[in-house]
């Protein structure tokens, strides 16, 4: 298995929302309360619970605007958390999710087509070990299966 790591948004980037800096489109995120569930925060890779403050925004993971940069909405703590850090484990909030959409990026940002597949949880770093074997993969967009939300991003180490 390819030594790879699950990176959480910045926290230069998080820090820029929690103190109500404008989204991808310009518009201030907007704050509400958690009900719990499967809420999770970008930051450090959890679900917000119960009863938090979370802020919700457009967000684009990627360097520049362009055809295939994405912009969709993402969660975030409204408070200060640390970013997840245990970059070679499969972060904890994922363990609860059936089904994950992973998809291919090449050095432009743009998706290699063919990458994109929904797989079983259980099956997250084996099948990013395929698509980063793609000789044209710099890195993995974790996604949500069902609404197509950004995850996290998965890289090769090195």
């Known amino acids: 298995m390819t030594e790879k790591r699950y990176l959480a948004l910045e926290t ?10 404008a989204d991808a489109n310009g518009q201030v995120p907007e704050r509400k309360v958690s009900e719990g569930g499967s809420m999770p ?14 802020l919700v925004f457009a967000h684009r993971p990627f360097p520049a605007a362009q ?22 484990e499969l972060p904890a909030m994922f363990r609860d999710w059936e089904t994950i959409m992973l998809r291919g990026y090449g050095a432009d940002d743009r998706i290699v087509y063919g990458t994109g597949t929904v ?8 099948t990013a070990d395929d698509i980063l074997r793609h000789p044209d993969v710099r890195y ?3 996604r949500s299966a069902r609404n197509n939300c950004y995850q996290c991003r998965i890289e090769p180490v090195g």
């Open 67 to 88: 055809p295939y940069a994405e912009i969709g909405p993402i969660f975030l703590h409204a408070g200060a958390c640390s970013r997840y850090e245990a970059f070679s």
């Open 119 to 126: 797989v079983d949880v259980s099956e997250i770093a084996a």
């Open 140 to 142: 993995v967009h974790a």
């Open 12 to 21: 230069e980037i998080a820090r820029h929302y929690q103190s109500g800096g």
């Open 41 to 54: 925060c970008r930051h450090c890779l959890q679900n917000i619970a119960a009863g938090e403050e979370y």
